[in-house]
């Protein structure tokens, strides 16, 4: 039992750094985000989702940025980063500020 114990700990902790490098890169995205530095951004939040995939809040905060650009295929791409997520109340209030009206409409309200 101890020795999974010790298995356990030493998988754990080599996954560390591929964590650590992740929150580094999303850190520095939000940062460029909140500069408005959106390809930066972008840059950085695709490198986090490498490590990351499943990381909700990188795939908020690249929606956010893909949705400030005036180009319409990036718009595209903000709405496929956001399939498949459930949003709560803050993370719509911060994509509703970026994302045109006509895409909002394609969202559901999900009750619970």
Known sequence: M????VVSLIASLAELPHYYQAATLLHTAE?????HE??????AYNNALKIVP????ARVGLAVSYFRS??????KKAMAV?????LD???WERLSAVMPPAYQRLFTDAKK
């Open 31 to 35: 940062k460029l985000s909140e500069q």
């Open 70 to 75: 005036p180009d319409k295929q990036d718009r």
């Open 2 to 5: 101890c020795a999974g114990i």
């Open 89 to 91: 109340k803050h993370e």
């Open 82 to 86: 956001l399939q498949g997520l459930t």
């Open 54 to 57: 499943t990381s909700k809040r």
């Open 38 to 43: 959106d390809k930066s951004a972008v840059e």
